[in-house]
């Protein structure tokens, strides 16, 4: 927690005294903490204690026009590493899930672009409420995350269930967590929740004798990126990918292969799946036989016999069983990009494929950007040139609103 920024924001609940423990304990953590009461919460407790215990003026009202005019809603939840929510009562959480923005700390929860973690505290009945479950539904959904509440005695008499706070050591364990998993940018909406993305990704290495192999020049970077994008999109992720020089993508189950073979092996094994994604570049050839031990240098120049490997986009696209509901493909061309695109789209019976100029000059191939065509049925849109990491979250919310409106379609 060293050096983060917290922000919480204090609902207004019996639980809310809890939060000067949870306070003084991330400061323990080295975290600092800028703290937003809704009005209920200073009936529990007095923004005076809050703010000698976070060292920093506490906010109350979005009104405050001193208060707006220093830092502002906007600025207040951006300077944050992570929003925490507690206690989240069932009335904050009503708002949270229904997008009102009608005082300070509901303002700052509509306008965050970080991580919300909430920590809910209310009594049990309304909390097993089906409308209280619901926004908790709806909440999980749109990426905020959850600690608690815990099952117990209330603070009322003769009431017990679930619906006490979480305890301190367990906020702070599931704000790390949260705050691990990378999440600099939380998107505000998490609509591939539910669904399962498969991605191929990086190059394969063919072996010619147990020292050499065949590869080329994929940095895997445009598949770990459309990888990453789902995730952070709500997706369940599986990584299937060749030998690259990167980082796993957060949240991605990822299956490590060296050929195409296993490549092929690795996608079938992790079906069935609602969208997969052929970003890989698979070599297209291997070498016939590889001897168990390296071919020395001798007077016979040593020739290579190839054999063509399984086109893996083809048989996931024409697999009868298993076919996931959106098939993407890549089609990597240094020239007539977009005709060889299409040609490729119906040989191969993808749904769509991402077509891109990868000639020398492109400077694609290891690079950060990337200039694409998405070749669908209906035909073809130019994106406009931009990062890997555009390119994939924009493919994956394609993906995602591609996926509502069959399913809707088919209900
Ligand atoms: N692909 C695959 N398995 C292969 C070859 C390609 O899954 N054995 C996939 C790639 O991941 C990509 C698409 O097919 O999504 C097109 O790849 P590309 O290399 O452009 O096409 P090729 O079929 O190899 O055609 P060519 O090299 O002749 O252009």
Redesign the pocket.
């Known amino acids: 927690m060293k050096e983060k920024r917290i922000l919480l924001v204090i609902g207004g609940g019996i639980a809310a005294y809890k939060c000067l423990d949870l306070v003084r304990r991330l400061r323990e953590e080295s975290a600092s903490v800028r703290a937003v009461m809704t009005r209920a919460a200073t009936q529990f407790i007095t923004p005076l204690s809050v703010g000698a215990l976070t060292n920093e003026k506490v906010l109350t009202d979005l009104f405050d026009l001193d208060d707006e005019h220093e830092i502002g809603h906007i600025r207040l939840s951006r300077e944050a590493d992570l929003l925490i929510v507690a206690p989240a009562t069932a009335d904050l959480l009503a708002k949270m899930a229904g997008g009102h923005a009608d005082d300070l700390a509901s303002t700052v929860l509509m306008a965050t672009n970080k991580p919300v973690l909430a920590a809910p505290a209310m009594n049990p009945r309304m909390w097993l409420n089906p409308a209280t479950q619901r926004n908790v539904a709806q909440l999980k959904a749109d990426g905020i995350r959850f600690v608690g509440p815990n099952t117990g005695e209330m603070a009322e008499r003769d009431e017990a269930g679930p619906g006490r706070l979480a305890e301190v050591p367990e906020i702070i364990a599931a704000a790390r967590k949260v705050l691990a998993e990378g999440g600099t940018v939380m998107p505000l909406r998490r609509p591939l929740t539910g669904r399962h993305v498969l991605v191929?990704s990086g190059p394969t290495h063919e072996p010619i004798d147990p020292v050499r192999y065949l590869a080329n020049r994929s940095s895997g970077k445009q598949g770990h990126a459309i990888a990453r994008a789902a995730a952070q999109l709500g997706a369940r992720v599986t990584l299937i990918t060749g030998p690259v020089a990167l980082p796993d993508p957060p949240g991605a189950h990822v299956v490590r292969i060296a050929t195409?073979e296993e490549m092929l092996r690795g996608v079938q094994q992790s079906l069935p799946a609602d969208v997969a994604v052929?970003?890989?570049?698979?070599a297209?050839w291997r070498p016939a036989a590889v001897p168990s031990e390296k071919i020395k240098k001798g007077s016979a120049k040593p020739a290579l016999e190839l054999v063509e490997?399984?086109?893996?986009?083809t048989a996931i696209a024409k697999e009868p069983a298993q076919r996931p509901a959106l098939v993407i493909?890549?089609?990597?061309?240094t020239d007539d990009v977009i005709a060889?695109a299409t040609a490729?789209r119906k040989a191969?019976g993808a749904d769509w494929i991402v077509a891109n100029d990868v000639s020398p000059q492109s400077g694609v191939f290891g690079g950060d950007d990337n200039t694409v065509h998405l070749v669908t049925r209906s035909g073809v849109e130019d994106w406009p040139a931009m990062s890997k990491d555009a390119v994939a979250e924009r493919l994956m919310l394609r993906a995602a609103e591609h996926l509502r409106k069959t399913t809707a379609a088919a209900e």
């Open positions: 191929t195409a052929f970003a890989a570049a698979v297209d490997n399984p086109d893996i986009l493909g890549f089609a990597a061309e060889h490729k191969k």
